[in-house]
């Protein structure tokens, strides 16, 4: 006892190697048997470590013994001895991999194996890690109160908190071709994307004057169809949306907010594998904003700053073309506009560029 009191790293370290020995020499014809092991060069219990890097632990001595058996050439339970043979070292393992991943009966019930546990903890483990790292939306913090609605004033509801959460995603840079299987949805000014830059040349523009986030699902655009007909017949990699400047005056932020809401999720289960791309609603210039009560940039913001609770930074993304065609005041500059509300044709890359800095791309920087 007073040598324990001295030393007791010492006899830790003594028992714990007793311990591991035992195990190695447990296990030797049982879950080890189809391990290489040459006893002059190591040790019993290396056997145990070597083992574990394998994916079989101690533990499995005592809870697979007919399988283990089994892999290791012996007698199962109930099989007379010299039933089964001996096999040749490489057949043993062979075995060894083929009863670890295949499902044995014990007593009449069907029970999963190593590899079918080690697979289900792996997939269980992955989805969480997803889960957890998908943002959760964010509520609104008050209601719209009824002197707002009526003088067509959009509140802002939810804040900066969204916009602030979505930037953190970093942005890659990409070509052109990264739009070949990308969709536009929007209203006349993404008409103006679509005619003033070279991106209809590789992407699927479904827009037109007017168009509303009430109207985005079952507008049948001339020539093309419907956007649920599109993305039956093809395969988008990418959906970008462009709407809400129409919409102003038009209800609450909660309305607005509930059809843009809706017409997300429907996008998404339409197109589950698709990165869908929600743009801030474009602001307009300084004098138009100061004149007008409805279609001014703090109902624009009020607006942006609750579809942008909408971005998980997985699967949907938010992202703010203002921060490409503003002024230092943040307005829509008006050296790039020619009615205070539309880009000029020749400012539309402005817009093409922002596009290209903010790609969600693999390896090829291209997203494919």
């Not at 014990?106 to 792996?122: A, C, H, Q, R």
């Not at 300084?286 to 998980?312: G, H, Q, V």
Request: with cysteine; net charge negative; charged share 25%.
């Amino acid at each position: 006892m007073n040598f324990i009191k001295k030393c007791p790293l010492f006899f830790l370290l003594l028992t714990t190697g007793i311990l591991f020995s035992l195990i190695g020499i447990g296990g030797i014809r049982n879950v080890y048997a189809g391990q290489e092991y040459d006893p002059l060069k190591a040790p019993v219990l290396s056997v145990m470590f070597t083992a574990m890097k394998d994916g079989i632990y101690p533990w499995q001595i005592f809870s697979g013994e007919n399988a283990q058996t089994m892999a290791a050439g012996g007698p199962a339970k109930g099989e007379p001895e010299g039933g089964r043979g001996v096999l040749p070292e490489e057949e043993k393992q062979d075995n060894v991999k083929e009863n670890l991943s295949a499902p044995t009966q014990k007593d009449g019930i069907f029970s999963k194996t190593l590899g079918d546990v080690m697979s289900g903890v792996e997939e269980g483990a992955k989805k969480a890690e997803e889960e957890a790292s998908k943002l959760e939306r964010l509520a609104p913090l008050r209601e719209s109160t009824h002197e707002e609605y009526i003088n067509h004033i959009s509140a802002d509801i939810y804040g900066d908190a969204g916009i602030i959460r979505a930037a953190e995603y970093e942005f890659d840079q990409v070509d052109e071709s990264y739009f070949d299987d990308a969709m536009f949805i929007g209203d006349s000014r993404t008409v103006g994307l679509r005619d003033y830059t070279d991106l209809s040349e590789h992407a699927d523009f479904f827009c037109e004057t007017s168009l509303t986030i009430y109207q985005v699902l079952e507008e049948d655009f001339e020539g093309m169809g419907t956007v649920r007909d599109a993305i039956a017949k093809k395969n988008y990699g990418k959906i970008y949306i462009m709407v809400g400047i129409n919409e102003l005056g038009r209800g609450t932020t909660e309305n607005f907010m509930e059809e843009y809401t809706k017409t997300v999720d429907a996008l998404r289960e339409l197109a589950p594998e698709a990165k869908i791309f929600i743009q801030g609603i474009m602001r307009v210039a300084k004098e138009k904003d100061s004149k007008d009560a409805i279609f001014n940039n703090s109902n624009i913001n009020a607006r942006n700053n609750a579809i942008a609770t909408l971005a998980d930074n997985k699967h949907i993304f938010y992202i703010d073309v203002n921060e490409a065609v503003c002024d230092e005041e943040g307005n829509l500059n008006s050296e790039y506009t020619f009615d205070k509300i539309h880009l000029l044709g020749a400012y539309n890359s402005l817009w093409k560029e922002f596009l290209l800095s903010h790609g969600v791309a693999g390896k090829d920087k291209t997203g494919k």
